[in-house]
């Protein structure tokens, strides 16, 4: 097994898939899942109905239909539509990841899924809509997962 990144492993570095609130919750989810023999085909799709996330949009990367999700309302806070696909895109990195560190394997479709979100968020607009304090450090930090997940042993 590869040896990943600290920043792909470690919940408390600030720009990696475990860091968020979403990344942290999807890593303890499944390992608890995981525990109690849940199947990892079913795990995302539950959590996400749990959530009232959609699934779906896990290979959108038109950027004119991506400028649309991410759209503010009028008082600041964030669409239906920018929560969804930034939740989903932190859940299925964080998915993926938690496969990696506690099954030392990747499902294919995961695998896929994430590297489509890992593309999304790298995206300028993303980037500048999260408003991420260090951009450049998140954005080597999605090279990181990018690099992790193409590496990654497939199932």
Known sequence: MTVLDPILTDSGIGYGPLASD???DVFGFYEDWRRSDGDRGEFLSILLRK????DAGWEELDEARIDNALQETRRGQLTREAFQ???RDDAIIAFAFAQIILDGNLRFEDQRYAQVAVQRQKLERVMKFRGWREPLEREHALTLMEKALSAANII
Do not use: K, R, V
């Open 22 to 24: 979403t990344g942290s």
């Open 51 to 54: 959530w009232e996330i959609e």
């Open 85 to 87: 696909m930034l939740t």
